[in-house]
């Protein structure tokens, strides 16, 4: 279904306008501000109501007051029509009958009238993305992942520098294998110390009084008896003395706790160390795996899509067309392929708008009129200048040539 005729009066800067247009391609010429956009926006607002009329606020020509746009789409007939602020619709068939709920019947008949193939080329790569999503239908919120993914990958790289200050840290402890698992008591060892200095004089004296007490024996034979028995009381004293711990050992011990116990604490801050660092790589890998996970639902989501042209999809970067980003596609392919998008999205209104076409070539127009004829559709056109003999001007509101 194709428009067969447009009739159209004090719809923005038109005044009157008549037009049977092309079955396949029709331009609309003329100098700025003389009505051209207004051509097309009647085809919009008189087809897709209250969508429309959120971007275009005035319809009715400045200094009028009723406004009117007429489609004859062979078989039907729309009628929209604007008083002051108030507007209404009557879609009627071929024969004359009028539907009763008119809107609904050219809601379920218009696609996506709007979507323009030329202002799609023009896009930034994020744009495009968006406007492709708008016209995909998934099972997930694709900004929704991303945010997941962004704070997943800044969580996992926090990890990850807080891992290597772990290992670091760790590497500056060193590790000393012959300290003991715990710290050596320096209190103790002194202690120990006194003891053993306390014994050595005690033996040193009753030594010493074991040898002067013999020294008397052989010099106090007179007093022999008494001698003896001293004597006899010493070396039994002397029998049972303990034996003298190795002092030096105790005080090389006790010089040395300090290094030890310093190695001990060490070994156990590179312990504690070891189980964050543990613990750092296992998040590292729960952060990755998460990652990995939403790009996989990206991924099984897009699969899952069904885009509006074979060879389209997503990458991080934009939109892309058989695996290359579409910016880099050739111009003609890239209006070759947003045409066949916007052809997708109308398969039975079979009319595309290309607003502000100025910028195409006669072989970009050539082309254009060929998709268009070979697969059966309506293309109106916007340019400024002339229409170059295929099509209408736009002067003051109304058609010149």
Do not use: C
């Not at 968006?130 to 704070?151: E, I, K, Y």
């Not at 998040?283 to 069904?306: F, N, P, Q, V, Y």
Request: hydrophobic share 40%.
């Amino acid at each position: 279904m194709k428009i067969i005729e447009l009739s159209a009066e004090n719809v923005k800067r038109l005044r009157a306008v008549d037009i049977t247009p092309d079955e396949h391609m029709q331009i609309i010429g003329g100098r700025n501000s003389q009505g051209k956009t207004s051509v097309m926006d009647a085809i919009w607002l008189a087809l897709t109501g209250g969508v429309a009329s959120k971007a275009v606020t005035r319809p009715i020509r400045d200094g009028e007051d009723k406004a009117s746009v007429r489609l004859d789409l062979g078989d039907l007939v729309v009628t929209r029509t604007w008083v002051k602020d108030k507007t209404s619709l009557t879609v009627a068939s071929a024969d004359g009958a009028k539907y009763s709920s008119p809107q609904k019947v050219l809601d379920a008949l218009i696609g996506r009238l709007s979507f323009d193939p030329l202002e799609f080329t023009r896009l930034s790569a994020r744009d495009q993305s968006a406007a492709l999503l708008d016209l995909v239908n998934l099972d997930v919120d694709l900004g929704a992942l991303a945010t997941q993914r962004s704070a997943a990958y800044d969580r996992r790289t926090q990890i990850g520098r807080d891992g290597k200050a772990l290992d670091g840290q760790a590497a500056g402890l060193g590790n000393r294998e012959d300290a003991p698992d715990t710290e050596v008591s320096v209190a103790d060892l002194v202690a120990q110390h006194r003891d053993a200095e306390r014994i050595d004089r005690t033996n040193r004296v009753v030594t010493t009084k074991a040898m002067n007490d013999a020294d008397r024996v052989v010099a106090l034979r007179l007093s022999l008896k008494d001698a003896e028995e001293t004597a006899t009381v010493s070396a039994g004293e002397l029998k049972a003395l303990p034996p003298v711990p190795d002092i030096d050992s105790i005080a090389d011990q006790i010089d040395s706790a300090e290094d030890t116990n310093a190695a001990v604490r060490r070994n156990v801050e590179r312990a504690e160390l070891a189980k964050r660092i543990a613990h750092a790589h296992t998040e590292h890998s729960k952060a990755t795996a998460a990652i990995e996970a939403i790009d996989k639902t990206k991924a099984d989501a897009l699969a899952g899509a069904t885009f509006p042209v074979d060879g389209l999809g997503f990458d991080d970067d934009g939109v892309t067309y058989q695996g290359v980003p579409f910016s880099q596609a050739s111009a003609s392919e890239q209006i070759r392929v947003s045409l066949a998008m916007a052809m997708s999205l109308n398969p039975k209104l079979r009319v595309i708008r290309i607003l502000d076409g100025s910028l195409l070539d006669a072989e970009n127009l050539a082309q254009i009129a060929d998709m268009a004829k070979d697969n059966d559709y309506q293309v109106w056109i916007e340019r400024v200048g002339t229409a170059d003999g295929i099509g209408v001007v736009i002067e003051d509101g109304a058609v010149s040539a």
